[in-house]
């Protein structure tokens, strides 16, 4: 069966969403066409309504975690950075400038004022931000009190009056970052950024100017020397990373230590908000972190976006972007068990197709009766679940290939099932080629297919269901142009009446019922040959996430203390210990040689390990401190 995979754009955004998953074979949703439910990803710029978490079916997936509003809102970053501090210690999350929110906290900020000027003199510099607008929309930079002037919330943030410099230039990092799960925390930084350049000379003595002193895009393509030749920035506003990184080794500096700080950065900032995001197997997220970097190579954090700018203005923008999407589509890991929605909706004939009673029953049953839970109710859903997912037969043994799909299953998103918690479907598949799988991710697709056979359908949305609300709306920083219109606050309903919840101020979590596990389809088959296929292995009966998709890295976990570490309860503190031997390990790589054995598990084989993020071809953390 030739099988497609619908995408649903909302806004008609973003175009290279549309480009690169047209090229892969998908379609694009038409409601005139389709049914409400007849898709397999739903990409909005803006925040997702509670009741479409709350009604996923178990072959969508959305491009938004629900409740990340604790980083990518400006006040509550500030708020949620400034707690981490009070917990764990200043030195730790140093990385972000001293903000304060406005105007709650005025008085605070006029003692911080006075304090600096009675130390450091007069020549301290603010910059202050609406805490729900984005690129760069209402900034203003000022050394003097009397010129805050605003009228709505804002957030006042030191401003790094250092910045390194390209020819005069000022510039920032734009990283992108997938949390790939919260429950566990997974996460992968693209080895490909945006260095993104203001298009005016840096210079104090203007603070006015905003093409000198704000590098967002949206404002400096319309600055008057935005097409002219910039003295080695050249034309436009835009680096690639890689072309950073030639830069990077013209400087005397430890470069391997900068990317890890950067990475640190991401991982302390996700940190602050892991324990209270819901646990929802089928979503994914692409965060934009900006990263400034002052002139003794500081990164400093400035802010997190919820919808990264995808808009395409120039060719450093047509290579990152491109790619980053793709990446992000393999990092989904569409399978099998996707191709379902294609068998339950008919596209043609779809009100006699002989599946769609079965649909009709699955939906009424599962999403619109909400029966009490029994027996009969049971009875009743696992026939018609397997009807629906079992398109061979299941009489077979299980192989050796069918045990590790047994013990490796996939979890279905955290549809509203209460009523068949206890319901599971066995979904074995028949071998399936490389050709079949490449219909699915795409001959684009930069995955090796080859090495998914079968998959297990688990337990259908076994999570508990706590009654928490939204305390902050969800108005956050988005910075793609096409989603201007839409920073629109979210349904005021219950998210985690249909999603797994975690109490607020608690770093433990509570697991899922059944880990989240990735199939072995990724490798990154056009990598270096040195990249082991980490899908597949386990831990200590724990599943490791692959190490690179793509150009996406897995930064973390990144060793065995820290994948334990976030797999039952959060256990903040030895990631931060973690963290901290590796940047130490990374501090002295260069001046000290360092012995170390990869160790070998019981069978033999290597056991967790990762890359280096950052160097455009990342070495594996054990092959570095054995090389140096
Ligand atoms: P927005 O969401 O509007 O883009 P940002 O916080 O990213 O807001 O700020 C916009 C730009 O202003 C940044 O890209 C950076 O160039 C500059 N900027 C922001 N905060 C600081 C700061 N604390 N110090 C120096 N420059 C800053």
Sequence with gaps: MATSLVFRLHDRGPEVVREVLLERGWEEYDEEEREKEDWNLYWRGSAFRNSEYHNLLPWQ?????????????????????????ATFGSALYDFSPTAFILPNDYTRFLSECHKLRLTRGPSV????????????????????IKDLVYDCSVIVQRYISNPLLISGYKFDLRIYVCVKSFHPLTVYIHQDGLVRFATEKYNLS????????????????????????????????????????????????????????????????LLTIAPTVPSCPNCVELFGFDILLDAKFKPWLLEVNYSPALTLDCQADITVKKRLI?????????TLIDSFRERAYQRRGYKNSCFNPVLSKFKETTFQKRRSAGKSSQNQTLPLLKTI????????????????????PRHLPPVDLNKIQAARCRVITKTHTDKTLNLILGSH???NVSVVKSQMCSALAPWLMDNRRLHESEVTNCDDAETEAETELSEGTDVSSSIHDIPPRRLGIRRPAVPWKLPDIHSGNNRPARTPLEGNTALNGQHIPPLRVGDFIRTFPFNTATLKASQHELDVKVIIQELHKLTGQLATSGKKRRRQEVKKDKDGEEQFDSLLWGPKDPPLLSQHFKST
């Design 61 to 85: 997936r959305l491009n938004h975690h629900p409740k990340t509003v604790g980083i990518t809102r400006k006040d509550c970053l500030a708020r949620n950075l400034r707690r981490m501090r």
């Design 125 to 144: 510099y603010w910059i202050c931000k609406p805490v729900d607008l984005s690129r760069g929309r209402g900034i203003f930079i000022f050394e003097d």
């Design 206 to 269: 203007s603070l006015q100017n905003l093409y000198a002193h704000l590098t967002n895009t949206s404002i400096n393509k319309f600055g008057p020397f935005y097409k002219s030749q910039k003295e080695r920035v050249g034309q436009g506003c835009k680096w690639t990373m890689s072309k950073f990184r030639h830069f990077l080794h013209s400087q005397d500096i430890n470069e391997l230590l900068l990317w890890q700080r950067i990475n640190n950065i991401v991982t302390l900032t």
């Design 326 to 334: 793709s990446d992000l589509i393999d990092l989904m890991n569409y």
């Design 389 to 408: 997912h079992q398109p061979e037969k299941t009489n077979q043994r299980p192989s050796r290939q069918n045990s590790f799909v047994a013990n490796n």
């Design 445 to 447: 697709s930069r995955t």
